[in-house]
């Protein structure tokens, strides 16, 4: 729980055909993290034409299943076995097929579309047409001398195309616009009508179909649109049963191609991290839980009989930083894990911070925010979101009840300290030992996080970091001692001589290893050493202090519902509850708001950034469940 | 800010390659060339020289690290920008995503795979504004155009797909996508043309030219287009070639009637040159000496952050072409006459 679980590095060695059912093994074992493999003597990689195959396969099928809509819930028989790369390749022409169908129809429908919006276009176009009184039929003769052709273009091609035509004795006359459409007639010399095809194509002219009854009787096209609307709903009710046909001749083969894909998606996952091989044979690398070894042989065996060789071994010192990190929290630590996670991953080996973080998190929140009344909103607020918010709720539903046992400590209720006595201390009568407190909790805070440091140092391997650095030994000393002489100063304890002793030990050795670690000039060296010397006091001091804050909004609270019951006071009984409601919502809203990023902020920055890199990496494991965003 | 601009530009002008530099990359042993280039500030291309011991970077890794490289500059530079100006320089780097536009096109007109698509990619990092994966997975030609027209590049997509769909023909998809493309970028241009005033015109004034003048004789005498569709196929000009001019320019019937016709400025320019790609290397040279006097000049953040990436673009074709050259074994003095880059050397 508090550090990652010890793991095993595994090259499992098998025959290249079963390596789709090794991964299937793999994903249904668990705890397996798909590792590159380093053994150079296998150069291929067996599996990146299954990977590409999956791939399409999948991109194939997702658009279908956005088509013909979602097939119902995938259940994976436990005896099922995964495609073999032949069966994939089968299963992705298949799937490549019925695309092309559905997207016919799409494509079809897509034209219809198109048409229908023309033959709109077209009608408006009539209209103006009738009014003209021109003689079509005359304007339109294949034998004149003068080449015509009515049609739409782009709006914003307009300008160019007509200097352009203008260049080959072309005149455009534009007509009508529908939308992005500009209508136009183009009329030029029949002899130099070749040269401005090319030119008409490029800039997407389209030829409007001026049927033969329109250029004699231009009434008489009406009755043509309306059976070529007729002829474009039969033809689009058409594509629709098409359409209707695939979704029922193929539903059950999409269910089944949605198994195998499901089935051959370890592998595919797998081959990201690096499958390699050569001849007949494949190997597949990654990292295991330690404890899970035999479990691991046993699944093998059950499934290949002895056909497989597994070569596993611990992780070297220089590859801790790409070990994955598997820590096991119990179910009631889990709420808290995305906070620690937000900050980022414990490397390999590295403490983890989950449980002092859940404690701390939690009590600091309760010191700043007690009040049993404010707490037990809280707390039923979160289990009424329970669905909303999943796990997170728990995290509110703790927070609410140490509120409310702070609350009890504190003796405040809603805001009223004269409802219930306080348990310990009121912070508004006392403030100077809520201060104290405080600080004290600070500094026992800081001591930690220096020890989880050095602990985190000397299991990387930087002993000289963990003993001389000012978040190590070093440091601890000096801190201890600072304390110890602030504390004799103020007249607490009568330390002060071997607290200096202790400071100045601790500042000294910390000035000597920065000036043994800087790699500069002479000169350079003094200002590293003399800079970094003075920061590691100052920010020990400083953030120290900073825990002063956990005090000052236990105080705040206390002071915000006087302001509240000051102005309800002066108002008479209505306008006095509503005042008292209003102001406790907008405690719990705004104070609460801010007490817990404020709880958060102590934690990330005085805690975290002491002894917690974050840069470590998760462990993923191979699963049969969907993870697109690894694949 | 722009004083943050000015600063970070002048730091990386420093970084720009004069012929002496290139001329020493074609000899330096192969074990120092990733040290050279480390230190004339190119770290991708030394890591990819590093890392596959230099001869072994194929052209297609050294293109991707080198626009890797531009990008990594030019999201510095973006860093203090906002409004056109930002608009104007986030738009300059989608020409690489347009070019894997293009490449996914063509890729599925030959029934490319997916995997062999994805790796001709250009990567845009925090620029990509596509989704490759999903594109490339597209089955044909019909369905990317429509799922690139329901992406950021619609307005680009649209007409080059109308064009396509009326002659199927490549070339015109290629076309109205370059065409596009560059009209967009002086649309974004004109704020600054008006706000920044000569120097960053000049800039544009450089390129557009240079880019009709080229593809007009390229559509003309390569192609053998009608002059009719080789000017529609031009960018919509407001620089030094009117419309006028190039609606002049491309009814003449050769090469050289084209340069007889051009503005007497122009000839002096382009004095000597009797093909297309000694056309485009003058051009080529002017644009960089007019980005050298802007870079060098006060003038506004932004026109010196585009002359630098003219520049710098310049000088990083430049760097390929020594590597290409070594990498295919060339001799010293072939890849230096390949390298000529002043017009007078071009003769």
Known sequence: MLRAEPLLKIQLMMLAS?????ALSLARFGVFNPAACTLDTLAESPAASYREAWLEADARLS?????????????????????????????NRWLKEVWIACLSCHESEAQIHEARSHLDALEETLAKLERLNVDLARLLRADSLLAVHIGSLPAPGLRRVTEALAMTGHLVSRFDQVGEQVFAVIAGPRTRHEEVQGLLAQAGWRELPVPDELRTHPQAARAWLEAERTRLNTQSGAECQIMDGLREQFGPRLHEARLRLALARPLAEAALAGVRGKGGLAALS???????????????????????WLDLREPSADEVAEVPSLVRYPVWLKPFVPLVKSYGVPRYGEFDPALPFAFTYLLLFGAMFGDVGHGAVILLLAAALYRRLGRMAWVGIAAGAVSMLFGLFYGSMFGYE??????????????????????????????????????????????????????????????LGAVGSVVSLAGGADLEQPSGVLAGLGIVTIALFKWFEARASVGERILVTAIETLETGINLFANTLSFMRVAAFSLNHVALALAIFTLANGLDTAGHWFTIVLGNIVIIVLEGGIVAIQALRLMYYEGFSRFFSGDGTEFVPLRLSSQRARV | MSAYLNTRVSLFSGRLWRDDDLDALVSVPDDAVADTLALRGLPQLAAGYDSLGGKQQDSRSLEQRIIAQILDETRVMLRPLSG???????????????????????????????????????????????????????????????????????????HARRAFEQSHDPFSLDAALDRAYYEGLTVRAQPLEETVGAPFRGLMANLIDRINLVWLLRYRFNYKLPPAQVYYLLVGSRYSL?????????????????????????????????????????????????????????????????????????????????????????????????????????E
């Not at chain 1, 299943?65 to 089968?90: N, S």
């Open chain 1, 286 to 308: 990654g990292w295991i839980p330690k404890r899970q070894l035999d479990a691991l042989r046993e699944t093998l065996d059950q499934h290949f009989h002895g056909r497989y």
């Open chain 1, 18 to 22: 079963e390596a789709q059912d090794a």
């Open chain 2, 84 to 158: 056109s100006a930002r608009s104007f320089l986030t738009f300059w780097t989608a020409r690489f995503e347009i070019s894997n536009v293009k490449t996914l096109l063509r890729s599925k007109m030959t029934d490319e795979r997916p995997a062999a698509i994805l790796a001709r990619l250009i990567p845009m990092g925090a620029f990509g504004r596509l989704d490759n994966q999903d594109l490339a997975h597209a089955e044909d030609v019909g369905e990317l155009l429509r799922r690139l027209e329901a992406g950021p590049y619609a307005g680009i997509v649209r």
């Open chain 1, 418 to 479: 004269d409802i219930i006595e306080p348990f310990w201390l009121s912070p508004l009568h006392d403030p100077i030992r809520v201060l104290t407190i405080a600080v004290g909790f600070g500094v026992g805070f800081i001591v930690f996080t220096l020890l989880v440091n050095t602990y985190n140092k000397l299991i990387a391997g930087h002993a000289s970091e963990a003993l001389f650095d000012s978040t190590g030994v070093a440091g601890l000393v000096f801190y």
């Open chain 1, 63 to 91: 658009k279908l299943l956005e088509q013909c809509g979602d097939t119902g819930p995938l259940h994976l028989p436990e005896d099922a076995e995964a495609p073999a790369l032949a069966d994939l390749q089968e299963l």
């Open chain 2, 242 to 346: 009117s419309g006028t001019q190039l609606q002049q320019l491309a009814g003449q019937d050769s090469l050289e009637a084209v340069l007889a016709a051009l503005p007497p400025a122009w000839q002096v320019r382009l004095h000597g040159a009797t093909d297309i790609p000694g056309v485009f290397a003058r051009m080529e040279y002017a644009a960089a000496e007019q980005a050298q006097r802007v870079l060098h000049s006060p003038a506004a953040a932004i026109a010196r952050s585009f002359a630098y990436l003219i520049l710098r673009e310049r000088d990083l074709r430049a760097v390929r072409a020594v590597l290409r050259g070594r990498h295919l074994g060339l001799a010293d003095t072939d890849i230096r006459q390949a390298l000529h880059r002043a017009p007078t050397e071009v």
